[in-house]
């Protein structure tokens, strides 16, 4: 680092966050569950963007169905090859 400033050689303004400030949400006053993360911690959201949430969801799963997977492919493939070695 060259600089006493510690955003100065990552190009970050030194007021970052703080001129413009961030914008300011309210907070949801209920929440609903979707899913846990990749620890296992239950994700929270608001109703409209749970919706939202379940939505993309179901399309990605959708899109990733076992014979749109490309690891599928390789399971099969594996498997049919253990399969045929005890012939």
Known sequence: MTSPDPF???RIPSDYGRNPRRP???EAEVLEDVEPNLVGTMQRLAPETAAAW??????AR???????DPAHDHRVARDKAGSQEGN
């Not at 959708?62 to 749109?68: D, F, R, S, W």
């Open 8 to 10: 100065a050689d990552l």
């Open 24 to 26: 300011r949400f309210n």
């Open 54 to 59: 379940r939505g993309n969801d179901s399309l």
């Open 62 to 68: 959708g899109l990733l169905a076992p014979e749109n």
